[in-house]
């Protein structure tokens, strides 16, 4: 068992206050939260006993929307129109990765995901084998997406990751989904949306970022993205939609009624000039939202305390109300949120039973002080200068700057500049 | 002299291309710039050889608006309309303030300056004196903003403030400057203006925040605050406009023709809802842009890698359009820019000769891998975990997490709780 003690805790179970209690863990999970009594201290043996020394403990974060193999492309295209970023930059240079890229180049993304107090990333790539080969070696968790794309022969992929991923590693699971609906024909999302109704599964997938691409889609059938999969049964179990930023009033009452998950990414609609989407009209209606980065072609980081003060930040600006989106609905978001649209539901608050993902936030830093609001300091002030420790099912993969996750840092640094050096010359 | 070597140097002299060179400084300055040639190294004697190990020396940031002791007030008030936010928690606080506390919520603010690289605010607040000594015991530089409001009477403070600390240290300068156009009277505005003739010197002032602000100014006068202060000769010489949201196609005219510089605060414009100033238009008609963070009670946090994701990122919003305002302009706003809208000519670059106002860059954090682009990975993906040393006038404040300006931050934070602990008993 690991102890934390002498600090703070934000379960996420009932607000942003902390309290001042313990939380112990016990292999992958969390055995103990409250105060403990001097009876139950003495009886129990302790592996390690953490001393939060007046820090935070707080659920990890999750980070619910990802390519974490683009690593490879950050500050590689930026500045520049989306068709050109796309279609010129990012697509050729995609198409030229293999497995082992990919095992490196995820293991980058790791690396800064723990940097930022994340645990879990819900990732939508290719190379699967590779890619979970990097998260599980790390003990990092993941939730793969479908990324199926193209005609209905694709479908039997879809279905049989489905099948090889579910249950195969208990840090991997996987939803099904496809890329999006510009990049599938009709008879594709079909056969979606008969695997949904097949394993009463949740579905996820790109929805409705660009404002191009709903009209384009209003064009083609007469409706939008997200009128159209439900048409055809692909949100009858739930799921999540990334992006979300050009939703129509029906739209929004499509993922209520559905109990769809609107993954917000605002690092990436801002540097691709998407939008910012109607946080504050889906919280309104009681919409669930999860936050997530995008990848790091189009962010270029992996920082969830980045995104958090944009999700606050754009709707505030969007809204013209310094009041919208307040503190506690983003840290919920970027944790608890997250974790339900990956349907990580055993790792979303602190409390007895629940996977040990944690992190902890160091609070003796100049941008934590005072500590008016501990939780709105983390929302409005925080950074990664600030997370101490990062506990994934149990295991402290990142303490006090380094990582523990097999290889060094400086191997993995190296890796990625040869790939990305040898992809160029290609 | 210190040496700095083995690594990269953006010097921001043209461009934001690292080159393979070293910097030595001598007391407070830049002594050599370049590859020094083996005579010149064994004749020179170096108090400490500073091995970069592949990491970037660049110019220290400059935060160019700030109210550096409202630290007290980090997340005491947020998510809240403007108008009570101001007049029922900042104004009544502030109004508690004495002397002493000015100076210790001042030496909290620098701890946070340093550690984000920055080595200068340009400061409007009071308790003049008190700040002063904050941020010479520290080694820190500010220079000081003219915050005067009211009527005619206050025209004195200004004149007498300007002599007083005009000259009185190296790491001190002060420049003209009043709170803004609503909170003074038109004699005490004409009063500046004679200022500014008499001293032939530069202004700097809120101007045209909030489009409250605009629109009752044309209300009053017949015209916007720009135009009026240009009328009264109070731009004649120069100077600085803070936040500048709303502007119009004179004002923006005004501020080109007088070499006024547009400081730019995306963090606390968004957090606030003040709305997203027109910088892309600025960039385009050539007037001059500094980035400050303005105060943390608006902010909350005194971050200037996140203020430059924010300016490039709601500009690409702003304008549909994800190449505008890139990366090279942003850096060299929150460098060159802001040093230069500060009146701080000696500190925006890297050369022989200009003040040793220095950062080194990690590059060996996940964040900043792979190296594809080093100028854009600061911009895009950098934060504060990437500052490994900071340099103001020669002397390392920070280095490796650590904090050198005096007390230690322990004391520092403290003595910020129970302050901010005594006023809300009062």
């Known amino acids: 068992?690991?102890?934390?003690?002498?600090?703070?805790?934000?379960?996420?179970?009932?607000?942003?206050?902390?309290?001042?209690?313990?939380?112990?863990?016990?292999?992958?999970?969390?055995?103990?939260?409250?105060?403990?009594?001097?009876?139950?201290?003495?009886?129990?043996?302790?592996?390690?006993?953490?001393?939060?020394?007046?820090?935070?403990?707080?659920?990890?974060?999750k980070n619910a929307h990802t390519h974490s193999a683009m690593t490879f492309l950050r500050s590689y295209a930026d500045d520049m129109p989306l068709q050109d970023w796309l279609f010129k930059q990012i697509f050729p240079m995609e198409a030229k990765l293999n497995g082992e890229y990919v095992y490196w180049l995820t293991?980058?993304?790791?690396?800064?995901?723990?940097?930022?107090?994340?645990?879990?990333?819900?990732?939508?790539?290719?190379?699967?084998?590779?890619?979970?080969?990097?998260c599980t070696e790390s003990g990092f968790r993941s939730v793969l997406c479908g990324a199926v794309s193209g005609d209905k022969s694709n479908?039997?992929?879809?279905?049989?990751?489905?099948?090889?991923?579910?249950?195969?590693?208990?840090?991997i699971s996987y939803m099904l989904g496809f890329h999006a609906?510009?990049?599938?024909d009709f008879e594709l999302l079909k056969a979606v949306g008969e695997l949904a109704q097949k394993y009463k599964a949740p579905v996820a997938t790109h929805n409705s970022e660009t404002a191009k691409e709903v009209r384009e889609c209003v064009e083609k059938y007469g409706k939008t993205p997200t009128v159209l999969f439900n048409e055809l049964?692909?949100?009858?179990?739930?799921?999540?939609?990334?992006?979300?930023?050009?939703?129509?009033?029906?739209?929004?009452?499509?993922?209520?009624?559905?109990?769809?998950y609107a993954v917000h990414c605002p690092g990436s609609n801002v540097k691709l000039a998407s939008g910012i989407a109607p946080i504050v009209k889906m919280q309104d209606i009681g919409i669930n939202i999860g936050l997530g980065t995008d990848g790091p072609a189009s962010n270029n980081?992996?920082?969830?305390?980045?995104?958090?003060?944009?999700?606050?930040g754009l709707q505030k600006i969007a809204q013209n109300d310094a009041a919208a989106c307040p503190a506690d609905k983003v840290l919920y978001a970027a944790t608890a949120g997250s974790a339900k649209a990956m349907g990580l539901s055993d790792c979303d608050i602190i409390a007895?039973?629940?996977?040990?993902?944690?992190?902890?936030?160091?609070?003796?830093?100049?941008?934590?002080?005072?500590?008016?609001?501990?939780?709105?300091?983390?929302?409005y002030s925080g950074s990664k200068e600030n997370v101490k420790l990062t506990m994934c099912a149990g295991k402290i993969l990142y303490e006090n700057g380094g990582f523990a996750i097999g290889e060094k840092p400086e191997i993995i640094y190296a890796k990625a500049n040869e790939i990305i050096n040898t992809l160029k010359e290609q």
């Open 181 to 184: 609906e510009y990049t599938c």
């Open 1 to 61: 068992m690991i102890r934390f003690y002498n600090g703070k805790v934000i379960t996420m179970n009932n607000g942003i206050e902390p309290e001042d209690i313990e939380v112990w863990t016990d292999g992958a999970k969390i055995a103990f939260v409250g105060k403990p009594d001097e009876k139950k201290l003495n009886e129990t043996e302790f592996e390690r006993e953490y001393d939060l020394n007046g820090n935070l403990l707080m659920p990890s974060f």
């Open 155 to 171: 479908a039997e992929r879809l279905e049989s990751n489905y099948l090889k991923f579910t249950g195969k590693d208990p840090l």
């Open 301 to 312: 980081c992996l920082d969830m305390f980045r995104e958090m003060f944009l999700m606050t």
């Open 352 to 379: 007895e039973g629940k996977q040990a993902d944690l992190t902890v936030i160091d609070l003796n830093r100049p941008n934590m002080q005072p500590l008016n609001n501990i939780g709105k300091n983390i929302v």
């Open 233 to 260: 049964g692909i949100y009858n179990y739930g799921g999540a939609g990334f992006h979300c930023v050009h939703m129509s009033d029906e739209d929004l009452a499509i993922f209520k009624e559905k109990g769809v």
């Open 107 to 134: 293991k980058l993304a790791i690396l800064e995901y723990l940097s930022t107090g994340c645990t879990a990333a819900f990732d939508m790539y290719f190379e699967l084998d590779d890619y979970v080969k990097a």
